[in-house]
């Protein structure tokens, strides 16, 4: 064949991937941080600004983490820093996390998430559990006095919230502004339960970012639009949550038992469903291992708050399919073309 007959083919042998998009890392990463704003702006109007700070501080532990572990791989900094990974998982940390948290909490846990569980594995697109849900998990087991006790509420309304540093405390260790108090999925609360409307705008006792329904459907909405996420993983989440609430038995005494919308409501349900269960990483590769995926964190989550000891159970949920997550790859891959589908 002559030189001029393969430049009319315009035959071209390239190695894999050959389907191309113009979506990046570093666009997700930075969509999903804008997305996470305005949960973290409800979080300051109802603990205070000393959020900001934690926040901050996650976030600036996260990142240093990253680039002294790059440097020690001798691994390139700028890139891996610019494409915002670190930044996520800090804010996600610290969304998780109870609002007065002393400043060594969230350090350890940050440093924790970015050089143990993303890079002991190799880095980003490695790691087999979602950094900042691994870490609140060991600091769960680490501090669980600070994790499990400190709830508060600040004790002032309206715009004066904003004003409020819930980390003052007076000569005498009271707190200045806030008032601690138990969280809405608190089991052994009988008497009070939260409404609905308090529950889907944020004004009840929680970690930081989870509070909030509806800041938090905004920013999963505006990853939807952008397309940075599938819309049935947090449907099937929240569905299956939904149901198995209505309908399981349950072993606890409290007037919500079986209330699907408290259930889906309160806790982090939302902040996992929208941001951690749709992680690219550590969740399956295809449509239907997704919704397996989803339907499982959904199940895990109403059997650990109906049948165990811990109130919550969006945490350990998703890092027990991430864990079952190559598993459901394995048997949810589709089949090759012109091959027989093999029976388990």
Same mark, same amino acid.
């Given at each position: 064949?002559?030189?001029?007959?393969?430049?009319?083919?315009?035959?071209?042998?390239?190695?894999?991937?050959?389907?191309?998009?113009?979506?990046?890392?570093?666009?997700?990463?930075? !969509?999903?941080?804008?997305?996470?704003?305005?949960?973290?702006?409800?979080?300051?109007?109802?603990?205070?600004?000393?959020?900001?700070?934690?926040?901050?501080?996650?976030?600036?532990?996260?990142?240093?983490?990253?680039?002294?572990?790059?440097?020690?791989?001798?691994?390139?900094?700028?890139?891996?820093?610019?494409?915002?990974? !670190?930044?996520?998982?800090?804010?996600?940390?610290?969304?998780?996390?109870?609002?007065?948290?002393?400043?060594?909490?969230?350090?350890?846990?940050?440093?924790?998430?970015?050089?143990?569980?993303?890079?002991?594995?190799?880095?980003?697109?490695?790691?087999?559990?979602?950094?900042?849900?691994?870490?609140?998990?060991?600091?769960?087991?680490?501090?669980?006095?600070?994790?499990?006790?400190?709830?508060?509420?600040?004790?002032?309304?309206?715009?004066?919230?904003?004003?409020?540093?819930?980390?003052?405390?007076?000569?005498?260790?009271?707190?200045?502004?806030?008032?601690?108090?138990?969280?809405?999925? =608190?089991?052994?609360?009988?008497?009070?339960?939260?409404?609905? #409307?308090?529950?889907?705008?944020?004004?009840?006792?929680?970690?930081?970012?989870?509070?909030?329904?509806?800041?938090?459907?905004?920013?999963?909405?505006?990853?939807?639009?952008?397309?940075?996420?599938?819309?049935?993983?947090?449907?099937?989440?929240? #569905?299956?949550?939904?149901?198995?609430?209505?309908?399981?038995?349950?072993?606890?005494?409290?007037?919500?038992?079986?209330?699907?919308?408290?259930?889906?409501?309160?806790?982090?349900?939302?902040?996992?469903?929208?941001?951690?269960? =749709?992680?690219?990483?550590?969740?399956?590769?295809?449509?239907?291992?997704?919704?397996?995926?989803?339907?499982?964190?959904?199940?895990?989550?109403?059997?650990?708050?109906?049948?165990? #000891?811990?109130?919550?159970?969006?945490?350990?949920?998703?890092?027990?399919?991430?864990?079952?997550?190559?598993?459901?790859?394995?048997?949810?891959?589709?089949?090759?073309?012109?091959?027989?589908?093999?029976?388990?």
């Amino acid at each position: 064949m002559s030189t001029q007959n393969q430049s009319e083919n315009n035959l071209i042998v390239s190695s894999s991937p050959h389907i191309r998009d113009f979506d990046s890392i570093s666009r997700i990463m930075w !969509a999903v941080v804008l997305s996470l704003i305005p949960a973290g702006i409800a979080g300051v109007f109802s603990f205070g600004y000393y959020c900001i700070y934690l926040v901050f501080l996650s976030c600036l532990t996260a990142v240093v983490t990253e680039i002294f572990i790059l440097l020690l791989r001798r691994q390139p900094v700028v890139n891996v820093i610019q494409d915002g990974s !670190a930044v996520v998982t800090g804010i996600l940390l610290a969304y998780t996390l109870p609002p007065g948290v002393p400043w060594y909490v969230i350090v350890v846990g940050s440093f924790f998430a970015i050089a143990i569980v993303k890079h002991s594995f190799g880095g980003l697109g490695n790691n087999i559990w979602n950094p900042a849900l691994a870490a609140r998990a060991f600091l769960q087991v680490a501090y669980p006095t600070i994790m499990n006790s400190d709830w508060r509420v600040l004790v002032k309304k309206g715009m004066e919230k904003f004003a409020c540093n819930i980390a003052n405390v007076d000569v005498n260790g009271n707190l200045i502004d806030a008032v601690t108090t138990a969280t809405p999925l =608190t089991k052994e609360v009988v008497e009070r339960t939260y409404l609905l #409307g308090q529950l889907f705008m944020g004004n009840v006792p929680g970690c930081i970012g989870e509070t909030s329904v509806i800041a938090l459907l905004l920013g999963g909405v505006y990853l939807i639009y952008k397309r940075c996420i599938n819309w049935y993983v947090p449907a099937c989440y929240i #569905g299956t949550t939904f149901i198995m609430a209505r309908f399981l038995p349950p072993r606890i005494i409290t007037p919500w038992a079986n209330d699907s919308f408290y259930h889906i409501f309160a806790g982090g349900l939302f902040l996992g469903a929208f941001f951690m269960a =749709t992680d690219m990483v550590t969740s399956p590769l295809t449509k239907k291992g997704l919704v397996i995926f989803s339907v499982g964190a959904g199940v895990l989550t109403i059997l650990i708050r109906f049948y165990s #000891g811990y109130p919550e159970g969006v945490c350990y949920s998703i890092l027990l399919m991430n864990t079952a997550t190559p598993l459901i790859d394995r048997f949810t891959k589709p089949r090759l073309y012109g091959t027989k589908l093999k029976k388990i």
